[in-house]
């Protein structure tokens, strides 16, 4: 099993531009997250979803959207990026129980 | 207010000493403590969990211990080595069975830096 992949690993964006960060699991997991991680801070969910068609806001979700088409896929849009999205992005997959969450190797995204 | 507070924020010491790292949190209702490790450039894997009626758990170096009291839990590294250089992540779980994307809190992260 691969786990969780994301892609790409690295991006720069300029101010305004929108990008899809990808993320796939392969174990087939119902629950997935996404997260940004800042220096000094703990990681902060973006958006969720508890399975296919379904998705809720977490504590950052403005300038986010997602959607879950497959149990597999969970991408994150950036409409229109800003300096403020400047951070590095993990993605997630959680065991049936819901407990143990699964990370991706995550992305450096900057924003100029 | 739901936080997990982790101390201390960093740490440098010697091959082969033993370390202790603290997380004090304030999370209600609690079902389950994490902690993480994550090397830098990666994401966080799991170490160890514990449940409310556990106390103590091992994994490999890596002994976990818990007071659901005083609501702390410590993670003690055992004959440390170069490879345990990394930022280690205490995570609390209000989860009750149902999952909710919200129900994770995590602590800002303990820096370890192990030198030769």
């Known amino acids: 099993n691969a786990g969780v992949t994301q892609t790409p690993k690295f991006q720069v964006l300029k101010t305004g531009q929108s990008m899809t960060l990808q993320c796939a699991q392969d174990m087939n997991h119902e629950y997935m997250s996404w997260y940004r991680q800042d220096p000094g801070m703990g990681l902060r969910l973006i958006h969720y979803s508890v399975g296919a068609g379904i998705t809720d806001q977490g504590e950052v979700p403005n300038g986010y959207n997602v959607s879950r088409s497959t149990t597999e896929d969970f991408p994150l849009r950036l409409l229109s990026a800003a300096p403020s999205q400047t951070s590095v992005y993990f993605c997630?997959?959680?065991?049936?129980?819901?407990?143990?969450?699964?990370f991706g190797p995550g992305t450096r995204l900057t924003v100029l | 207010k739901n936080q997990v507070e982790q101390s201390p924020q960093s740490l440098i010491i010697l091959e082969g000493k033993n370390c202790t790292l603290q997380c004090n949190y304030t999370v209600s209702p609690f079902s389950n403590l994490r902690w993480y490790k994550q090397d830098t450039g990666r994401g966080p894997v799991s170490l160890t969990i514990m449940t409310f009626s556990e106390n103590t758990k091992s994994n490999g170096r890596y002994t976990a211990t818990l007071d659901a009291d005083t609501k702390q839990s410590s993670l003690h590294i055992t004959a440390s080595q170069l490879s345990d250089s990394a930022s280690y992540i205490c995570v609390v779980s209000t989860g009750e069975g149902n999952y909710t994307g919200n129900q994770f809190y995590f602590g800002t992260g303990t820096s370890l830096t192990v030198i030769p």
């Open positions: 997630a997959s959680s065991d049936p129980e819901g407990d143990e969450q699964f």
